[in-house]
């Protein structure tokens, strides 16, 4: 696969579409967070992009400052987001206990990485048709089982199937990235894992069309905003 700025400008330009229409999908305020994925990722993939031109038009300052964009959303911001999204759309039970685990153990690895990006800040370089991104870790096999139950364990926790299935997916393309692309493991993860969130369009567009029954997570009226178009929804 070739990975360049035309890769990551039309992955970016995509999810940014696809991802905005995500977002007018979600019935209730709980839902946004977890509708937002696509759009969040659309900004990183556009974010890689300008990192890609900063090697060929040799701005140093601009790679400094997309580069830490772009790991802000790689190393913090996706451990911490993806647990609390997932918590905030599963009724109660023992699975949203869980999930509550889970994201205090997000939390700590965001925080763990937070520091290090700040106190050894990251490099970019391009090496053949892929970016490395270069930070140095203490811990790396605590930080990454941490992070990988916060980004990918966490969604298999759901109730719901298509958030089960991005969860699969997103394993999945863990063990491929790393297996294959081991040296720019980040960027190509966060490509993959960008063009994976399709399925959580496809979570809303499910929910619209009640193919699956949506578990109880709209409703209180102090935090939940119903569309106009949705009557309420009683549930089992």
């Not at 759309?89 to 290090?116: D, N």
């Not at 493991?185 to 960008?194: G, L, R």
Request: with cysteine; glycine share 6%.
């Amino acid at each position: 696969m070739c990975f360049s700025a035309t890769a990551s400008f039309t992955a970016g330009a995509f999810l940014l579409g696809l991802g905005t229409l995500t977002l007018r999908s979600a019935r209730c305020r709980r839902e946004l967070p977890f509708a937002a994925i696509p759009l969040l990722f659309a900004i990183q993939q556009l974010s890689e992009g300008v990192i890609w031109l900063t090697f060929s038009h040799e701005a140093p300052l601009l790679n400094t400052v997309m580069t830490h964009v772009y790991s802000f959303f790689s190393h913090v911001l996706w451990p911490v987001y993806v647990p609390v999204a997932v918590l905030l759309i599963e009724p109660p039970g023992r699975r949203r206990q869980a999930l509550v685990v889970f994201s205090a153990a997000g939390i700590a690895v965001g925080a763990y990485l937070l520091y290090f990006l700040v106190a050894f800040p990251i490099v970019s370089r391009p090496i053949g048709q892929h970016i490395e991104y270069v930070s140095p870790h203490f811990y790396a096999a605590v930080a990454m089982t941490l992070y990988l139950m916060s980004t990918t364990v966490s969604l298999l926790l759901s109730t719901h199937r298509t958030v089960k299935a991005y969860g699969g997916f997103a394993l999945l393309s863990f063990g491929l990235a790393y297996w294959f692309y081991t040296t720019w493991f980040i960027s190509v993860w966060c490509f993959f894992a960008a063009l994976l969130s399709v399925v959580v369009s496809l979570h809303f567009l499910l929910l619209r069309d009640g193919q699956h029954k949506p578990k109880r997570m709209c409703g209180h009226p102090a935090l939940d905003r119903l569309s106009e178009r949705s009557p309420p929804d009683h549930y089992s």
